[in-house]
């Protein structure tokens, strides 16, 4: 029961909702109607000429602030709102993800910098691992060379 209710409220505020947001054009055509109506009472009937009526609608933005403001239907404010939220997301996120490739690219510096540290750190480790190994086989040599001399003289 309370949700055919809710639902009912729905309904009667979406219809109330368009009929507001149709209403300035049922105003303007109505008040056409009125002068072309005024025109005609008041025309001059032995003229038989017939006219052309044209209806602008002037929205001249000196005189909107003048008017007071008008009701907006629940749904196209909410929509005003969703698509405000939507730009202010959009550009935060524009943001964001400009500074996360920076960061990117400061990381990529950094690791390049890295690299190139750990390649020298492993040139001089094999630098030194042949000078290891150089000393190594001189020791080797030189007790060798000691062990045959040590030999010979017992």
Known sequence: LIVMLNLLIAIISDTFDR??????????????????????????????????????HDTDEKYQHEAPQEWRGRIRETVRAVNSMKRDFTQE???????????????????KKQEEKLEKVEELLKKQEEQFSTIQTTLEKVLKNTSIHQDKDD
Not at 29 to 51: G, H, S
Not at 94 to 102: C, F, G, Q, R, T
Request: no cysteine.
């Open 19 to 56: 009929i507001q947001d149709s209403s300035e054009n049922a105003r303007n055509a109505e008040l056409l109607r009125l002068i072309v109506e005024y025109q005609w009472l008041l025309a001059d009937r032995e003229n038989k000429q017939t006219y052309l009526y044209v209806f602008h």
């Open 93 to 111: 996120q524009e943001l964001m993800k400009n500074e996360i490739k920076a960061e990117i690219k400061n990381q990529e510096k950094s690791i």
